[in-house]
Structures are given as C-alpha cells and as structure tokens.
C-alpha cells in the first residue's frame, strides 16, 4: 500500500509540471485531489485495512496530500507571474493615431431645459425650486382646485400612503410657495421640475416629465405683457421670424387663459404631418393669475396682478428636433441620445 501511494505522488508531480496555464492546473488538482482521486479513495478505504496498519499508512497519505498541495499552491504562483507578465517592449511609433476616447453629453432634455432657462435669465427671470412632494392644499385647493372639483380629473395623482401628500401633478404649487416668500415684492421667476401624472405610457405622455412654470408678480401687468413676453421666448427659442397666436383655454388657476401656439417651422405654416396640417404647434399654456391665487399667496388682487405659464421642455424637443416618441427620453438608448 506504502508503495502505491509513492508510486502516485511520483506520477502526479511528474504531471504537475506538465500543466502550463491555469486551466490545465484546475483539471490536475481536481484528478489528484479530488474527491475521486486515488489518494482520497486510499485515504477513505483505511478502515478495510489492518489495525497494525493503519497509522503507517494514514500519516503517509497525509504527508503526501499536503506535499502535493504545496507543490499546486507553487506551480498556480509560478503560472500567475507568466499568464500576467507585460508584452514585450516594442518600438514606439509615435507617427500612430491615438486611440479615440468616447466623451459624454448632455441629455437632449438638459440641453433643453439650460436652453430655457438662459432665455429666461436673459429677461429677468431666476429660477426658483419647489418639492416634487407635495400637500393636495398646495397642489390643488390653494390654486383654486378645491376637493370634489371636476377640474382635478385634468391631473391624474399619484397619491402616497400619508393622506394628503401627493407627488405634485405640475409644477404650479411652486406658485405658492414663491408668492408666499417674496410678498409684498414683484416677482419674476421660472420654477423647472419634475411632475408625475398616473397615466398610460404611449408615444406622447409619460407618467414623468419635465415642466418649466413661470410667474411674474407685480403692479399694472396685463395681458398684453403676458402675449409680448411669450412671444419673445418664442423667437429666441425657434427663431426671429417665428410667428405665434394664442388661443382661448381655460385653468383653474388663471383667468382669462390661453394656450399659445408656434408657427410651424419645418412647413412655415403651409401645413406638414408634424403640425397636422394645421401649420401650427402648441408649445405651452398661459394666462392672467386667478385672483384667489393671488390672494392665497399673500397678495392683494386690487392692488397686483400676474401671469404664469406653464411649458414642457420634452414637448419643445420634440418639436424641435422631430422626435416622434416621447419615451426615447428615458430609455437611455445611446442609437437615440449619441443623435444630439
């Protein structure tokens, strides 16, 4: 039995150094060492064997199972060091392209969105924050949303398990929150964020998107400040000749509203499948600040009036760049983002 053992510690060295990569070296130990290796089988069969023999035998299977160990442990550490060694040095061809590093981006929505809000900052308006959470008081009833009102079914809310807080719908309730910060100051700010409607995800919504609000605060505003101002975005956005016209609407927070429109500028006007033949694209909706919002943020409808508007930076995109899908924003497909 003694000289079995030798015999297959002689056998397995011998083949130990035959292994020349790290593959073969794990098919060697698991021959060897294994469980179904000739050393295991003769250690698991010394209960067959005389008593007077037994420790003989068990201390040489022993000895040999932790030399062949060391000797695997030796050749892994030898083959590690060459798998691993640097290429060969080679001349340098400086005269050789260098290899092209991929540069990263902006998102085409914050490409967008630092489009807006530099034309904004060019006409005096800042931006201010408002939370993506929101109280339904902020959300609804202090924009002249009260419970029960037909006006709500507009907003499809994600509602949370605290009653009364809500994802915010858009980003109006910033209205509020600015009003009741600067009273009795005019304002002039733009409130960009996210908002989140329960809806059915197809080609032109999403359940979250971008919302840029304005609001300007102040004596003597009227409406006709509201349609110049607008349309002063609308040429530093798509161009100096774009054409606008607004629309009669209707928002529970303004009063008179409209939604104010662009002429098509891929048709010019003569009506193309982008603008549904119309020659027109609706980019945001407008109008005077409701007096009860107003007054709900802390000023005097007598003596201030206001307007707000309310755009989606995706839609602008959109209609920008002739992106047909909307959910191309967040699919994170670079055939799609790699575009712009």
């Not at 035959?18 to 130990?29: F, I, P």
């Not at 959470?133 to 398990?161: C, G, K, Q, S």
């Not at 807080?165 to 960009?192: D, F, K, N």
Request: charged share 25%; glycine share 8%; net charge negative.
């Amino acid at each position: 039995m003694l000289e079995s053992l030798n015999k297959t510690e002689q056998q397995a060295l011998s083949k130990l150094q035959h292994a020349a990569d790290s593959t073969a070296l794990k098919e060697w130990r698991s021959r060897h060492l294994g469980k179904e290796s000739a050393l295991l089988q003769a250690l698991g069969s010394l209960g067959s064997l005389p008593a007077e023999d037994r420790p003989a035998i068990g201390r040489r299977a022993n000895e040999i199972r932790r030399a062949l160990e060391a000797a695997c442990q030796q050749r892994a550490d030898e083959l590690r060091g060459t798998e691993f060694d640097p290429a060969p040095a080679v001349a340098l061809d400086v005269t050789l392209p260098g290899r092209p590093v991929q540069r990263g981006r902006l998102h085409i929505a914050t490409k967008t969105l630092r489009r807006i809000y530099a034309i904004w900052a060019e006409m005096g308006f800042q931006v201010y924050r408002s939370p993506d959470v929101e109280t339904d008081e902020y959300n609804f009833e202090l924009l002249n949303i009260p419970a029960h009102h037909p006006a709500r079914d507009m907003w499809d809310t994600f509602h949370t398990d605290t009653p009364g807080i809500i994802l915010r719908t858009h980003t109006s309730p910033g209205q509020i929150h600015a009003m009741r910060e600067y009273c009795p100051e005019p304002i002039r700010v733009i409130l960009p964020g996210m908002c989140y409607r329960y809806e059915q995800i197809t080609a032109r919504s999403e359940i979250q998107f971008n919302q840029v609000e304005g609001l300007a605060v102040g004596k003597n505003i009227r409406f006709t400040d509201l349609k110049g101002t607008l349309s002063d975005f609308a040429r530093r956005m798509f161009g100096a000749s774009t054409g606008t016209r607004f629309r009669a609407s209707h928002f529970p927070f303004t009063e008179p509203s409209a939604e104010m429109d662009i002429e098509c500028f891929l048709c010019s006007g003569e009506g193309c499948s982008v603008c549904k033949y119309t020659g027109w694209l609706e980019i945001l909706g407008c109008g005077m600040v409701h007096p009860t919002v107003l007054q709900n943020g802390g000023y005097d409808p007598c003596e201030f009036t206001g307007f707000a508007f309310g755009m989606g930076p995706e839609r602008i995109a959109m209609l920008k760049y002739e992106i047909e899908d909307i959910r191309y924003f967040w699919g994170n497909d670079l055939r799609f983002l790699e575009q712009f």
